[in-house]
């Protein structure tokens, strides 16, 4: 890969990053992508599996609640304490809008288009 093709990507990345501080660049990334790839289609948001781990001490039952009942989310209780997994279509904006919870340390996940591809 071209010295200058890399730097590109990297300062892409790191805006990421500036922009959603707690949320995994490469995973927002393949959302964007994904996004645009369904533009046309009839279902146009990617289907994620997210893991969102909450810094210690957040009441998780609390925020189960909240991200069903404020996103229409599929959430269920991790493996490990303070991780919360979800599953649903999801487009960046609502990405960025969980993300300001300010008790959530980082999101992480996979996002394929959903079409069995």
């Known amino acids: 890969m071209s010295q200058d093709v890399e730097s590109i990507y990297d300062e892409y990345m790191s805006k990421l990053k500036q922009a959603l501080p707690n949320v995994d660049p490469n995973f927002i990334h393949r959302i964007i992508y994904l996004e645009r790839k369904l533009a046309n289609e009839d279902v146009s948001e990617p289907e994620v599996s997210a893991i969102i781990e909450y810094k210690p001490g957040t009441d ?6 909240g991200l069903r009942g404020k996103y229409s989310l599929e959430v269920e209780h991790g493996g490990k304490q303070n991780v919360l997994h979800v599953t649903s279509r999801i487009k960046v904006d609502k990405i960025t809008e969980i993300a300001r919870d300010r008790d959530i340390a980082k999101i992480t996940g996979r996002a394929d288009s959903g079409l069995g591809e």
């Open 60 to 65: 998780v039952d609390n925020k189960v609640n």
